[in-house]
T-cell receptor, first 118, second 111 residues
């Protein structure tokens, strides 16, 4: 049963610490998205990769956030240094671009990484 | 910033009734998708409708799309208590076809 795997599921850390969240997309998927979900802002797109190349990270605070795909089986989202306002649930999702187009089709979401920064 | 905006923000109905949720968006789209999220879980894809389609069905779900009004609706017929969840519309449009989500609708189905 193919699924997107995210680790850690829960993370509590102190302000100023580095946080790394990892995602294993579904094998064969060529798009990977990182979203952040909070009650106030809803789901915010942080970064988007297609064929491992970053296409859009305009939603990500560049001074402290970074997203990479070292290989096709791993996507990482790093926050350094973390701040209390970064507390949220971070979701990774993967999918296939629709045939004969660059459009985004169905996305498969992981269960999320719940981050609490004290 | 979110592309889609759902309406209403919250909906409470009795089991067996139909639930209608609406989504409006601002710019042109390639497709529109609806997702469901149970509390504490990830989002699950429900249905995708392309910009050249007007209506689509999947089981108890019916989705319509009106590109002239930039709006979509999701109808769940004969609702069940298990349909209680948050529902999101997401639009694929603009540069690089990124998928952006609305803030969601909380649906409560009373047994």
């Amino acid at each position: 049963d193919a699924r997107v795997t995210q680790t850690p599921r829960h993370k509590v850390t102190e302000m100023g610490q580095e946080v790394t969240m990892r995602c294993q997309p579904i094998l064969g998927h060529n798009t990977v998205f990182w979203y952040r979900q909070t009650m106030m802002q809803g789901l915010e797109l942080l970064a988007y990769f297609r064929n491992r190349a970053p296409l859009d990270d305009s939603g990500m605070p560049k001074d402290r956030f970074s997203a990479e795909m070292p290989d096709a089986t791993l996507a990482t989202l790093k926050i350094q240094p973390s701040e209390p306002r970064d507390s949220a649930v971070y979701f990774c999702a993967s999918g296939l671009g629709l045939m004969a187009s660059e459009n985004t089709g169905e996305l498969f979401f992981g269960e999320g990484s719940r981050l609490t920064v004290l | 910033s979110q592309q889609g905006e759902e309406d209403p923000q919250a909906l409470s109905i009795q089991e067996g009734e139909n639930a209608t949720m609406n989504c409006s968006y601002k710019t042109s789209i390639n497709n529109l998708q609806w997702y469901r999220q149970n509390s504490g879980r990830g989002l699950v894809h429900l249905i995708l409708i392309r910009s050249n389609e007007r209506e689509k069905h999947s089981g108890r779900l019916r989705v319509t799309l009106d590109t002239s009004k930039k709006s979509s609706s999701l109808l769940i017929t004969a609702s069940r208590a298990a349909d209680t969840a948050s529902y999101f519309c997401a639009t694929d449009g603009g540069a690089n076809s990124k998928l952006t989500f609305g803030k969601g609708i909380t649906l409560s189905v009373r047994p």
